[in-house]
C-alpha cells in the first residue's frame, strides 16, 4: 500500500514537471489574439471574422485600386499586400493606421484621404487614395 | 528510499522549473506576436503627425526587450525621434513589422548608410559608426541577395562609391542623397 503511495507521488511529479517543460516552451503571450478595442477617433478597430476585406496593393508609389467605397455602418478589413516596401496605409481623419491591414467600422460618412505612412521615395508624397464612406 | 526519491524529484522539478523560466523570460521570440505588430501599427500615425517624442516607443521598447535585432531597432527608432527625424521613424517601424512578423531580417546598407550620415549630422558619433560598420558587413550579402531591378546598377554605385569616399575621408552628404540611400531597396 505505501509502496502504492510512493510510485503515485513519483507519478504525479513526473507529469507536472512534463506539464512545466510544456507550458514554458509552448505558451508564449506575445502570440496572443487581438481584441477589438476603438482608437481615439472612436471607431472600432480590431479583429473580427465579419469584416468585409478589402483588398489593394501598395507600391512605388500608388495604391491598386486607388478609391475604397463602403457603406456606412460596415466593419472593413482593408488587407494592404505591400509589393515593393512595407508601405502601410493612415487615414488620418478616422485616425486609423496599420502596415497590412486596417481593420474599423465606418460610421462616418464622408471622403477621407489615405495615405502611405512610411516614406518611400520621390514620389512618396502622391502616393494617396479616397475612402467613401457611403450614406 | 521512496521518500528520499520523491524528494530528490521535486527538487529537480523546481531547478528545472527555475532554469526554464530564466530562459523563457529572456529568449522568447517575438516573431508573430500581435501585441507588438499591433503597436506599430498604433504608431504610424502619431509619426506621420511628427508626433512622437522618446516616452511614446516605451511599450515598444518594452514589448521587444530580450530580443538582439528587436531591441537595437527600437533603440535606433528612438535615437532618431530625439533628433526629430520623422521619416526615417517610420522605415525604422516598417523593418521592425516586417521581422516581427516573419522573421526575416532585412539587409539595407544604403538605408544604413542614410543613418550614418543622419547620425553625424547631429553629432551622434558612435550611432554613426555603428551604422557605417554595419553597412560595410551588410553591403556584400546585399548583393548577393537584392532583386536585381532596373535601379540596382545605380543603387550598387551609390553605395560603393559612398563608402570609398567615406573611407577617404569625405563624409559629406546633401540631404537629397541621405534620402536616396535610405530608399534603396533591400536584400
Known sequence: ?135 | MKRKLIFALAFLFVVIFLVLFSFNSKHKSIVGSKEILNEIDGLLLPVYHQNVAESSFSKLQKLTEGDAYASGEVSEIIALANEKEYSHIGHGLGFLHEYVQTGKISICPGHLLSHYYIFLKHGENNLAIENLESAKENFDIWKSGVKKDSDYGINLNLIDSSLKRIEAGNSTASEDEIDAFAEILCA
Open chain 1, 1 to 135: 500500500m505505501k509502496n502504492k503511495k510512493g510510485q503515485i507521488a513519483i507519478i504525479a511529479v513526473v507529469a507536472i514537471l512534463l506539464i512545466a517543460v510544456g507550458f514554458f516552451f509552448f505558451w508564449n503571450p506575445g502570440n496572443t489574439s487581438a481584441k477589438a478595442v476603438s482608437n481615439d477617433n472612436g471607431n472600432v478597430v480590431g479583429n473580427s471574422e465579419n469584416a468585409r476585406i478589402i483588398n489593394i496593393d501598395a507600391e512605388k508609389f500608388q495604391y491598386s485600386p486607388s478609391m475604397i467605397k463602403v457603406k456606412k455602418g460596415e466593419h472593413v478589413k482593408i488587407a494592404i499586400n505591400n509589393v515593393d516596401f512595407n508601405h502601410g496605409m493612415v487615414i488620418p481623419e478616422l485616425g486609423l493606421s496599420g502596415i497590412d491591414s486596417i481593420e474599423f467600422t465606418a460610421d462616418k460618412a464622408g471622403t477621407f484621404d489615405f495615405r502611405c505612412p512610411t516614406p518611400c521615395g520621390s514620389g512618396h508624397r502622391e502616393m494617396t487614395g479616397t475612402l467613401v464612406v457611403e450614406e
